[in-house]
């Protein structure tokens, strides 16, 4: 980066970080006294209640940034577009679902609409199942599994934002390790609207670190799962970061919520039912302590999925087997402290 660039970024990334920061702590306030609280019941892992709905103030500060840089053309009109309009869609429906909670059915309805827009736009019929850099077209069956992976990635959130800081945490540590990777790979670009996002939800880690005094909620969990089907789709459309990488810094959030759900398919009647029963949540609640749990995690992260990661981008042609190395451990860890853990 030039001295420019590198002045630029700074003030953005400190600039998006103070406001999401500030705009917590106000929106904090506003939401114990019109009691937007997050009430315990047989799911939830605390044991008070919580103002809820926060990721309203970091989705909204990552969209005023990025409508910013795209109003400077720093980032193409495609993406400006994508990322803007699609992400205000998914914060207002996220957070009208944190007051009203909207039916389940209208949920995967719009989290349809919002994978649709992505892929359509961007005018490809889909990417993710290519592993071709760039991507091939996969014809119309490789988009309507590129939409149910969309969707998934919504969702997966959601299910992983169970506990205090677990998913701001993890949103921090992928978006600084794939906004390194873009750096390092001269897509200045991008790697700062992804360091954009790490910043804005940086302000919110501060907040919902445990104990947390405030959760994200829907508003937050899928905006940011809109935010990163964006980014895939976009890297990969271009051959800038493969899907072998992505699953390799997503392996923690990616295996757990979808080994958890194949095996309650097995083992649970009704197992699209609401549940607690993923294996960081099992731990949590026999610890007491989610702090511990969280620590359990970051260091997954930093010691074993951040070298995995670089070697990715560096070994591209034994990617496969790295991702295969990445994944491995949170198999193992959820085959025993997941569903099977809990017989629920």
């Known amino acids: 980066m030039s001295s420019e660039q590198v002045t630029v970024t700074l003030i953005l990334l400190s600039g998006a970080f103070i406001a999401s920061m500030s705009g917590i702590l106000l929106y904090r306030s506003i939401a114990i006294k019109f009691s937007i609280i997050a009430v315990k019941n047989f799911r939830t892992l605390h044991d008070r209640d919580v103002p809820k709905g926060g990721g309203i103030v970091f989705s909204l500060v990552f969209i005023l940034f990025s409508g910013f840089i795209w109003y400077l053309r720093i980032i193409p009109n495609d993406l400006g577009f994508v990322i803007c309009v699609g ?9 009208i679902d944190d007051l009203f909670n909207i039916p389940a059915k209208f949920k995967l309805l719009v989290q349809i609409s919002l994978s649709c827009f992505i892929i359509f736009y961007f005018g490809h019929t889909l990417l993710l199942l290519s592993t071709s850099s760039p991507p091939v ?27 205090d800081g677990m998913a701001a945490s993890g949103t921090v540590f992928i978006c600084m390790v794939i906004s390194t990777v873009l750096f390092s790979t001269n897509n200045y670009e991008l790697g700062l609207l992804v360091a954009i996002l ?66 309650r398919i097995i083992l649970v009647k009704k197992w699209y039912g609401a549940h607690r029963s993923h294996a960081y949540q099992n731990l949590a609640r026999v610890w007491s302590n989610h702090r511990k749990i969280l620590y359990c995690v970051l260091c997954y ?21 790295i991702c295969f190395i990445a994944v491995l451990p949170v198999i193992l860890w959820t085959l025993k402290y997941g569903p099977l853990f809990s017989k629920d």
């Open 301 to 321: 992260h930093l010691l074993w999925i951040l070298p995995l990661t670089i070697m990715s981008v560096t070994y591209e042609k034994h990617q496969e087997l």
């Open 87 to 95: 992400g205000l869609a998914a914060t207002i429906f996220g957070f």
């Open 198 to 263: 790490a910043c804005v939800c940086l302000g919110f880690l501060v907040f919902n670190w445990p104990p947390a005094s405030i959760f994200m909620g829907d508003s937050g969990s899928v905006f940011i799962g809109y935010i990163f089907g964006v980014l895939i789709v976009y890297t990969m459309m271009h051959g800038q970061i493969s899907i072998w990488t992505w699953i390799t810094v997503f392996a923690y959030f990616g295996i757990d919520t979808t080994m958890t759900l194949l095996l």
């Open 137 to 163: 077209d996969a014809g119309y069956l490789g988009m309507l599994v590129g939409i149910g992976v969309l969707v998934w990635l919504i969702n997966l959130y959601n299910f992983m934002d169970g506990a």
